[in-house]
């Protein structure tokens, strides 16, 4: 089991920058799949990002070239670098963790972080 808490969610103007990070606790970090998940209002929470255990990474198209997802296995931490933010950005942004094994897909969640892009 993995719980998942998220910092770094402020207010910032068009084109500037925000670190999001998530710390896990209570199970084996290294192994898990770590991801960025962002939900508008109003909509279903979508895919932003995520990170295998292996280090390869995979980003929605809105993000790309803008967005840097990592991992610090030692420190059981993911970290979200969001640069040149758009007002599009504004969401809550939820890490995820998910692990992978024969009996099945379990996936665990933090609590969220709000980002708002204005001006």
């Known amino acids: 089991q993995v719980q998942l808490v998220e910092s770094g969610g402020g207010l910032v103007q068009p084109g500037g920058s925000l670190r999001l990070s998530c710390a896990a606790s209570g199970s084996i970090f290294s192994l898990y799949t770590m991801g960025w998940y962002r939900q508008h209002p109003g909509e279903q929470r979508e895919l932003v990002a995520t990170?295998?255990?292996?280090?390869?990474?995979n980003y929605a198209d809105s993000v790309k070239g803008r967005f840097a997802i990592s991992r610090d296995n030692a420190k059981k931490m993911s970290s979200l670098q969001m640069n040149n933010l758009k007002p599009d950005d504004t969401a809550v942004y939820y890490c995820?963790?998910?692990?992978?094994?024969?009996?099945?897909?379990?996936?665990?969640w933090g609590q969220g972080t709000q980002v708002t892009v204005s001006s």
């Open positions: 990170i295998t255990s292996g280090g390869n990474t």
């Open positions: 995820n963790a998910r692990w992978e094994a024969r009996s099945g897909v379990r996936d665990y």
